[in-house]
């Protein structure tokens, strides 16, 4: 393991920027290194696209004001992809042969992250998916940065049925991240003999959760385990709160994201507890750096979410990786990669495991009290074992042995 | 045993009453401008949008709720009208070309709350409290109020296009533009009127949800779009007995089905009842039933 990234991450965090003068453009040529950000800024998903975007520009404008890579200033790419998953596969096309990105930076859901992979398969483009997912991309190209199903809800699960008891009611959002990570709520469940008492699917275009609500009060369980995606869902809150249904709720999409404690009146998120790797309440002297440049060098920004820091520090990890292999050959760049990295991230020391293209994520659940403040409890790295040591017969996926272009699911493993 | 049977009972009438009144909420605004002017106004969603952000923002600033929801009123009514005058005129009677404009007017709105006002508003908390039966509670504003609001605002549209001179005019106008100009309406006028008032109907729609919707972001629009849409075609041409027709039946459907296997199937059994609703009855359920009026008139 090599400690490349440490020092010069927590140097750009604590540095302030001057980004704007970083002369970065945002359709510019080709010429030179170029990385493609695509990222929703209109569209369903802009409230927590937006913030990934500014904080990939602002570790590219850094790192640049700091000398670029190799000597050469870092070229950005960023057309808005609008929530978009045809736009989003026409762009990713459009970053691979017409500008030729030396690595790409991409979508906020899974299903914008499967609608492209064939794209990057096809032309083994290094690419960053940088948002927290229900896990198991085991591909030669992709580098899932943001905690899986299995860290965030290994996180919080657990301790919501230490803190309050085992029955569980499982909502989710009805595709393919909200199914998987359900799933893995009941592996957890079986590890642990806790009890399913209720579980529902629910559409994305839902609002209304009166019914979803009476059924969780006819099961009345300890607590209730939430995936549940987008704004639509994000109603299901204030009624919650409307209802005064104060079960507490687990949950791995919320507050981290769309900063859901910000934008809501207490109490509605009162107890509730994500299991996440980052948070800008987390404070810290590097996170507090990391948070301060952040709003210097995008001042009307609403939140600095988990996925946005995730981008960040994934652009630092790509730097030290292209320094290191002396070359921007996304094969060669990979190759370094896989050999694994300790990085200085904003939200604590974390390890790239070069086998996986996994992180092994400072885990912690933050809790939302009656005010809505934030506080942080049950600190933990964890490291990405489903992929590392359960699929494949307990084999595991080693990207460095063998080539893959797989999605593992618990199924695979688990019976669920 | 029987206690529980009652609170089921209970939470499935509150369940039906909170569906019934989105229904009717969401789609009289559209109904008046589909039913009377023969527009479809693909930017109807985008409509309520205005009067959601019209009052969260005047909420915001320090207005009292009820004072917020009539801004947002005003605000949506003001800005129907400026996009009747600007686009809507010109399209009366193309259905076609209406739905591209106003599809390309609902982008357009979008984009710039998004721009004007960032990704989202700090939501409203919902009013009211709750009521609570055996295990469950019921949001008052949600269940009672917001499904009352829908019952009083389907009078006063019944007694304005029956009771009142403007009514008889604008009934005129809609039915034959040429004759009535003759008898001396002012149609545009009339048209005018229509669009502001399906206008400020969007417009309430949006600030009695402000605070029932949760987030508050540019593209909830589409959230209110293909359920009023729905029950618009399943309702028929007539405003009133359209709209309280369909919202009945789709709110029964969806509640019971929502109640006893899930939002999911609730949503899929509402689709499948207008499917084949349209399938029995083309023209809807006013259209229904003003065939068989003429039917039995014919008879006399």
């Known amino acids: 393991m090599r400690n490349a990234s440490r020092r ?52 590219i404008e850094e790192i640049n004001e700091d000398g670029g890579i190799l000597g050469e200033e870092v070229q ?59 896990g198991g991309v085991c591909d030669d190209t992709i580098f ?9 809800l290994g996180a919080v699960t657990p301790y919501m049925a230490e803190e309050y008891g085992e029955d569980i009611y499982i909502i989710a959002a009805d595709y393919n991240f909200g199914q998987l990570s359900g799933d893995w709520v009941n592996v957890i469940a079986q590890e642990n003999d806790y009890n399913i008492v209720g579980e529902e699917y629910i559409p994305l275009n839902e609002t209304d959760f009166s019914s979803v609500i009476n059924r969780i009060q006819s099961e009345d369980p300890d607590f209730i385990m939430s995936m549940l995606v987008g704004a639509n869902h994000e109603n299901f809150y204030d009624q919650r709160d409307a209802n005064d249904m104060l079960i507490p709720i687990g949950t791995s999409t919320t507050m981290a994201q769309g900063h859901e404690h910000i934008r809501y009146e207490p109490d509605a998120l009162t107890d509730v507890y994500a299991g996440v790797s980052y948070m800008e309440e987390l404070g810290d002297e590097r996170g507090e750096g990391f948070v301060d440049a952040f709003y210097e060098r995008w001042p009307d920004a609403n939140y600095l979410n988990q996925e946005a820091q995730n981008n960040y520090f994934s652009v630092y990890m790509w730097r ?33 495991d070069g086998a996986t293209h996994h992180m092994t994520h400072k885990m912690r659940v933050a809790h939302a009290d009656e005010n809505h403040d934030i506080s942080f409890d049950g600190e933990q790295f964890i490291e990405p074992t489903f992929l590392r040591e359960e699929v494949e017969g307990g084999e595991g996926c080693d990207l460095r042995e063998e080539s893959k272009q797989t999605q593992y699911e618990p199924g695979d493993v688990y019976d669920v | 045993m029987a206690a529980a ?62 004072l917020a929801m009539v801004a947002g009123v005003v605000v949506t009514t003001v800005f129907g009208i400026v996009v009747e005058r600007l686009i809507v005129r010109h399209l009366y009677d193309r259905l076609l070309d209406s739905m591209v404009a106003t599809w390309g007017l609902s982008l357009v709105v979008a984009q710039l709350l998004l721009i004007v006002f960032g990704s989202s508003l700090d939501s ?73 008032i399906g206008s400020a109907l969007a417009g309430l729609t949006g600030a009695l949800y402000a605070p029932a919707i949760g987030a508050i972001t540019p593209d909830r629009g589409s959230t209110f779009l293909v359920e009023s849409f729905v029950a618009v075609v399943v309702g028929g041409s007539s405003v009133v007995v359209g709209t309280l027709s369909a919202s009945t039946l789709l709110g029964l459907v969806n509640a019971v089905f929502s109640w006893q296997l899930g ?10 009842v207008a499917i084949v609703l349209l399938r029995l009855l083309p023209n809807g359920i006013s259209g229904y039933v003003e065939d068989w009026r003429e039917r039995r008139r014919a008879d006399q």
């Open chain 2, 124 to 196: 409203i908390s919902t009013p009211m409290g709750n009521v609570a039966y055996g295990p469950y509670t019921s949001s008052v504003y949600r269940s009672v109020f917001l499904p009352a609001a829908a019952l009083v605002v389907l009078g006063g549209l019944f007694l304005l296009f029956t009771r009142t001179e403007f009514g008889v005019k604008a009934r005129a106008t809609i039915e034959d533009p040429e004759t009535a100009r003759a008898m001396g309406v002012d149609t545009d006028r009339m048209y005018v009127t229509t669009f502001a």
């Open chain 1, 320 to 352: 030290d990786a292209v320094e290191e292999a002396g070359t921007f050959d996304q094969e060669e760049v990979i190759s370094v990669l896989e050999e694994g990295m300790d990085i200085a991230a904003p939200s604590g020391d974390i390890e790239l």
């Open chain 2, 263 to 272: 939002t999911f199937v609730g949503l899929m059994a509402m689709l499948l």
């Open chain 1, 8 to 59: 010069s991450l927590l140097a750009a965090g604590a540095s302030g920027i001057g980004a704007a003068l970083a002369g970065c453009t945002g359709s510019g040529s080709s010429a030179g290194p170029t990385v493609g950000i695509l990222e929703d800024r209109s569209g369903n998903f802009q409230l927590n696209g937006t913030s990934k975007w500014q904080a990939t520009r602002l570790a």
């Open chain 1, 144 to 152: 899932p940065v943001g905690a899986t199903a299995r860290q965030q």
């Open chain 1, 76 to 134: 950005i790419e960023d057309p808005d992809p609008q929530s978009d998953n045809e736009r989003y596969q026409e762009l990713t096309e459009q970053m691979i042969l017409e500008h030729e990105v030396d690595a790409l930076w991409a979508g906020y859901s899974s299903a914008t992250r499967e609608a492209i992979r064939p794209i990057i398969n096809d032309y083994d483009q290094l690419y960053f998916y940088t948002t927290q997912y229900e």
């Open chain 2, 5 to 66: 049977t009652v609170y089921d009972g209970l939470s499935l009438l509150f369940q039906f009453l909170n569906s019934f009144g989105f229904l009717v909420l969401v789609t009289v605004g559209l109904a008046i401008v589909f039913g009377m002017m023969g527009v479809i106004n693909l930017a109807h969603g985008e409509f309520i949008l205005v009067g959601i952000y019209g009052t969260a923002l005047a909420y915001h600033a320090g207005a009292p709720l009820p």
